[in-house]
């Protein structure tokens, strides 16, 4: 993946990725292009991988741990004293639980596909830990469905 914009005449993004470990690889088009688009990589410990990857042009933040894991409050703290005051986050189901944990998420957009998966190892939207009782559940306000061909569109706030 690039991260990039698509739209003919848009413009590209700031691209924050998590990797705690660094491991994202020196030979990626994310990498690669570092020297051209703006690339910041949140870590938890610098080594010699985070030296490497500065060579090509990556930006690391060194971030506080939480469970092993970039603590993504500290992260948006960072993100904030370099001017950056808004994200849109696109990854996992474990880091979409751990920004909902974080109290970092204002708003949340869910694409919905009418398919059906299934299986006791299907993974979910949102994974990590998850909540014990639907009582603790993150309810969503202003909610909106927006049909997108087959799809749908999921927009609220918290």
Known sequence: PLLTCRIDGGRDPIRVI?????????DSRI????????????????NERTAELEQH????????????????ADLMRQLGALGI????????????????EAGVVHRVQA???????????AKSPVGGE???????????KNVRSTPLGE???????L
């Open 18 to 26: 998590c990797d705690s470990r660094a491991r994202t690889p020196i």
């Open 57 to 72: 042009g990556v930006h690391i933040l060194e971030c506080k741990t939480k469970k092993e894991r970039v603590d993504l």
């Open 130 to 140: 998850g909540l014990a009782k639907m009582a603790d559940a993150l309810a969503l």
């Open 151 to 157: 799809d749908f569109l999921i927009e609220g706030r």
């Open 31 to 46: 990498v690669q292009t570092a020297n051209k688009i703006p690339t910041y990589i949140a870590v938890v410990g610098q």
């Open 111 to 121: 694409y919905i596909a009418p398919k059906l998966i299934g299986g006791a190892d």
């Open 85 to 100: 005051d808004g994200l849109l986050l696109e990854g996992g189901s474990a880091l979409a639980f751990s920004a909902l």
